[in-house]
């Protein structure tokens, strides 16, 4: 190891940062030391401030644990209860909601979003809720980094649709996949006016408290949030500085929630188990959909679905300033392995293919 790297793993005290947390029983000890000294490798070639990793094995949870540091100015070193920001995977949360809302007969999926938001302008074709679940809605993605970095604070979820309402779809809704932040925002306004209630309070009685998900939440940059995690990003020459402003209100469906990994991986768990969906809505959920001519999109529900070693997996990842995340699923084997870091850039997905290969045997 070079002067530069051991530097870096003190800045960073990682001795002895590691810790198993309860309920999840600890792995066997060899293959611990294995995963330990893997991650540490990790954090100090990445750069990586922080590390929080949960993983679940045959429908059981397996162990959790929190490597580095949550904040560098003070100090304060990451535990399994760190809550770090998800970026997108608050997406497959929101989907979660609505297929709930849909199994209740009081979403219908196939209806025109007016019928839930009449404030939002129709279009020269109709947009549906499950076409905002599978970004074939044709609704634009972020315009430029200033919309990414935004600092304005909003109390609702019908304010940040001024954002892009008026703006012309992109493509004949159906013909395309397109990956849309914005198409979540109007999904979370439609949620809300189909659960009668705040998209908040639905998301916590309905979806979180059921999967025993206690710290997921918006982020708020206002509120006091214990555990919090601050965020990073890294220069051009390869330093670690803060990472840019960001008041992720303006997107709490598609990209605004915090939680732990932990928190993470008992939603997969409560998904696959069908405690939150009826097993036939989590088929559809894990299934691509098609375009309208009928070219399979990868994209399922609220989920990426693909094939890896023969095996189908579900995953979703977050990228956003002072995050990059990762929720990576092996439905039929009751696999789940929730990777998150307060870097941005940094290569969650990549890890957790890795602890699935170290850990899943």
């Known amino acids: 190891m070079n002067r530069r790297s051991t ?82 995977i608050s997406k497959p949360i929101a989907a979660v909601a609505a297929l709930q809302l849909a199994e209740r007969g009081r979403l219908d999926l ?44 909003y109390g609702d979820l019908l304010e940040p649709l001024k954002i892009f309402a008026a703006d012309p779809l992109e493509f004949q ?8 932040t914005y198409g979540y ?12 209630t705040r998209f908040a309070d639905y998301l916590r009685e309905n979806v ?10 918006p982020d708020d940059v206002y509120r006091i949030i214990p555990n919090r995690a601050r965020g990073y990003r890294r220069t051009p020459s390869g330093a670690v500085e803060n990472c840019p402003l960001a008041d992720t209100s303006n997107k709490i469906p598609g990209g605004g929630l915090l939680a732990t990994a932990e ?32 070219r399979p999109t990868g994209y399922g529900l609220g989920w990426y679905v693909g094939e890896r070693a023969g095996k189908r997996w579900v995953e979703h990842s977050g990228s956003q300033p002072g995050a990059s995340t990762e929720l990576l699923m092996l439905p039929e084997r009751g696999l789940a392995v929730a990777v998150l870091t307060n870097l941005e850039r940094a290569p969650a997905r990549a890890i957790a293919l890795r602890l699935a290969d170290l850990l899943i045997q």
């Open 7 to 88: 530097f870096w793993l003190m800045a960073l005290a990682l001795p002895a940062a590691w810790a198993a947390a309860q309920p999840f029983p600890a792995t066997p000890p060899a293959r611990l030391r294995i995963v330990e000294q893997w991650l540490a490798e990790q954090l100090v070639e990445h750069r990586i401030p922080a590390l929080s990793v949960a993983v679940a094995d045959r429908f059981q949870p397996l162990w959790s644990g929190a490597f580095g540091l949550a904040d560098l100015e003070n100090n304060v070193r990451a535990a399994p209860g760190t809550v770090f920001r998800l970026g997108s």
């Open 185 to 196: 925002v109007l999904l979370g306004a439609v949620i809300e006016a189909a659960a009668a």
């Open 263 to 294: 928190d993470l991986v008992r939603f997969a768990l409560a998904l696959q188990q069908g405690r939150l969906l009826k097993p036939e809505t989590v088929r559809q959920m894990f299934t691509s959909q098609r375009t309208s001519d009928g």
């Open 173 to 180: 809704p159906g013909t395309k996949f397109r990956y849309t």
């Open 208 to 217: 979180l408290a059921p999967a025993g998900c206690l710290r997921v939440q």
């Open 110 to 153: 196939d209806a025109p979003v007016q019928k839930y938001v009449p404030s939002f302008p129709e279009k020269p074709w109709p947009i549906t809720p499950r076409m905002l679940l599978a970004h074939l809605s044709g609704i634009r993605h972020y315009r430029n980094p200033q919309e990414l970095l935004s600092t304005r604070h």
